[in-house]
């Protein structure tokens, strides 16, 4: 399991990505081409959501933040900042990703 992705990185799988959408809306692109860009589609998607911290100094400040308010609603009489841990989950990729792929294979998606 992946803890961290660095900005560079996910910015280069982004523009992978954004090129294999291309090639599988291309008209004149074979059964072949398309069946090849949809698996590495997927690649790359699994790749961008499987790091647990989000990507960006802003995003990670939040998250931390988030989880030490929920770690002090153990310790204050407020216990409804214990919402914040769920909050601060809302901030991983790879949790996020999960949760869309649940929903969506839970819909009936493939």
């Known amino acids: 399991m992946r803890f961290y992705m660095p900005k560079k990185e996910r910015d ?3 523009i992978a990505l954004d090129l294999h ?6 008209e004149g692109s074979s ?8 698996e590495q589609i997927a690649i790359i998607s699994g790749m961008l959501v499987s790091p647990l911290f989000p990507t960006g ?6 998250m931390v933040g988030f ?9 204050s009489p407020y216990e409804w900042l214990f ?3 769920f909050i ?8 996020v990703g999960g949760l869309a792929y649940r929903c ?7």
């Open 12 to 14: 280069t799988l982004l």
């Open 21 to 26: 959408q291309l090639i599988l809306s291309a």
């Open 31 to 38: 059964a072949e081409e398309r069946e090849r860009a949809e």
């Open 57 to 62: 100094f802003v995003r990670n400040v939040l």
């Open 67 to 75: 989880v030490v308010i929920g770690i002090l609603a153990f310790l």
């Open 83 to 85: 919402w914040s841990f």
């Open 88 to 95: 601060a989950l809302a901030f991983s990729p790879r949790i």
């Open 104 to 110: 969506g294979t839970w819909s009936g998606g493939n």
